[in-house]
């Protein structure tokens, strides 16, 4: 469904500064304001349909609070960057198609001079394209040692998630999983048997076509704005930086390798078929949609309807995080075959799709982050037993490949956001406009004059670094509104990325 223009004249100039970086977007009679995060450039990136899905969010039943990122901009229903808070209904559309979108950073123990010869970087590419694909439907058959997963195996990652017996069984470090914002999922009443019975009817009803086929896509990237990077860390120099990145994990100057991506054709299957099942009860019903919009569909907790989404959720979030680590070991595996002597530990892996219960000022509410990422700060409950109760746990934000990454920390001024940050830059053009208007011989000579390889024969346009917004600004917001720091900045060296459409 195409996004909806806007219902009425909205502006930036209805946004109402409260700070240098934080802002309120009145949402009507009866409604709190949306909470806006982001400096005054920053604020006036945000066109109108984006303001507007912002209000149709607020103004939709059951909605206790919606923020706005730096990075917002607009999407279906939801706009992409947005936070949205309900303690009594369930929303697909600010989780998303692509249930648990994800990012993950690996370290290795390689000095930066490791990558710095080109011969060796593009052996890498070409190491690691043998064992994870990219492109739209592509999985382990399209690529010579990727893991061929079995039926019976994709049932244990769906309804299990990174379990001890699943990673041991599929070839990744256990320990990984301590390094997991959820290393596995649960259904509607907490258990896992909840999600085998559902899977069980999906299949059973026919509704999960191609089911063995979309489990093949385990340890894949896809292709949008997924990717893959070798980095190079660099930790900001005052000590209480070094000490988190220490429990980070985080090694000054030495080889890093980001990932984004995250359930694919799988995560894709249950939230359409979640939409077109709630779009089916609306209108039996009669109910109008938040916003005349479909995608602002929902289901009342504690019904059905509501259970039947929060089992295909999870089960979508579990293959995406089985998914990320895979594509982690597969990576290692890589530079091992490339760099023999090459060790790597999972830093952390962290959503910025997914729907989850939480505590909003005392009263447990599910938070839905749609291009949105979780900042708990140090000494956050939901951090007591894990390695990052001290420090706050990693935020691992994409930027562009020339203008950097961020690795960077929750701080307590998160809790005016519910505890979250932007997602990475947030798109400055649309699709169809980037491949329009950017000129594609300037965008591969700028890979080059800054040294960056990339598997693509054409960078695609509608990815080039001026389709993102300014990073330093997107930053400069979040730091200034009191959300979270910067703990080490991490600068490319090489991008893998689907290229098939730039290719055509």
Request: net charge neutral; proline share 6%.
């Amino acid at each position: 469904m195409a996004a909806k223009t806007p219902s009425r004249n909205l502006s930036v100039n209805q946004i109402i500064p409260t700070g240098d970086a934080t802002a309120i977007l009145p949402a009507g009679d009866h409604h709190s304001p949306v909470k806006v995060f982001g400096n005054e450039v920053i604020r006036n990136s945000f066109d109108d349909l984006c303001l507007q899905q912002a209000i149709n969010c607020r103004q939709a039943p059951g909605v206790s609070e919606v923020i706005l990122n730096p990075d917002a901009h607009c999407g279906y229903g939801a706009p992409i960057g947005c936070v949205l808070a309900s303690p009594s209904h369930i929303y697909p559309g600010p989780v998303g198609f692509d249930i648990k979108c994800s990012m993950s950073l690996l370290q290795t123990n390689l000095s930066e001079d490791a990558v710095s010869d080109k011969r060796t970087r593009r052996e890498l590419i070409q190491a690691i394209s043998r064992r994870i694909p990219t492109g739209v439907g592509k999985g382990a058959r399209h690529v010579p040692h990727g893991r061929p997963v079995t039926k019976q195996m994709g049932d244990s990652v769906m309804t299990c998630g990174a379990t001890q017996r699943v990673l041991e069984e599929i070839g990744v470090p256990v320990h990984w999983a301590r390094r997991c914002e959820d290393a596995f999922h649960t259904g509607h009443d907490d258990s896992m048997d909840s999600l085998r019975c559902r899977l069980e009817e999906l299949q059973r009803n026919n509704c999960f076509p191609n089911y063995t086929t979309k489990i093949q896509q385990l340890g894949s990237y896809g292709g949008g704005n997924h990717f893959g990077e070798c980095e190079i860390v660099d930790i900001n120099d005052d000590s209480e930086t070094q000490s988190i990145a220490a429990t980070f994990g985080l090694q000054h100057r030495r080889v890093a390798f980001l990932s984004h991506c995250g359930s694919r054709g799988v995560g894709h299957r249950l939230a359409a078929g979640q939409f077109k099942a709630l779009e089916k009860q609306f209108d039996e019903w009669g109910i109008p949609y938040p916003g005349g919009d479909k995608q602002l569909v929902h289901a009342p907790l504690g019904t059905k309807e509501a259970d039947n989404y929060l089992d295909d959720m999870a089960m979508g979030a579990n293959f995406a995080t089985v998914n990320h680590l895979l594509i982690n070991a597969l990576v290692l595996e890589a530079f091992q075959e490339v760099i023999p002597g090459t060790e790597g530990e999972l830093v952390y892996f962290i959503s910025h799709n997914i729907a989850r219960q939480e505590r909003v000022n005392g009263v447990p509410t599910w938070v839905h982050r749609k291009g949105a990422t979780r900042a708990f700060p140090a000494g956050h409950s939901a951090l007591q037993d894990t390695p990052f109760k001290n420090t706050g746990h990693p935020i691992l934000l994409p930027g562009n490949p020339q203008a950097g990454s961020s690795v960077m920390v929750g701080l307590p001024g998160a809790e005016a956001s519910c505890y979250s940050v932007n997602h990475g830059a947030g798109r400055r053009l649309g699709r169809r406009r980037a491949i329009r208007e950017l000129d594609q011989q300037q965008i591969d000579a700028s890979f080059d004059a800054a040294d960056i390889l990339t598997n693509c024969r054409r960078y695609p346009k509608d990815e080039a670094p001026a389709a993102y917004k300014d990073f330093e600004q997107v930053l400069q917001s979040v730091e200034s509104a009191g959300l979270a720091k910067q703990v080490a900045r991490l600068h490319a060296r090489f991008v893998i990325k689907d290229a098939s459409a730039a290719d055509d």
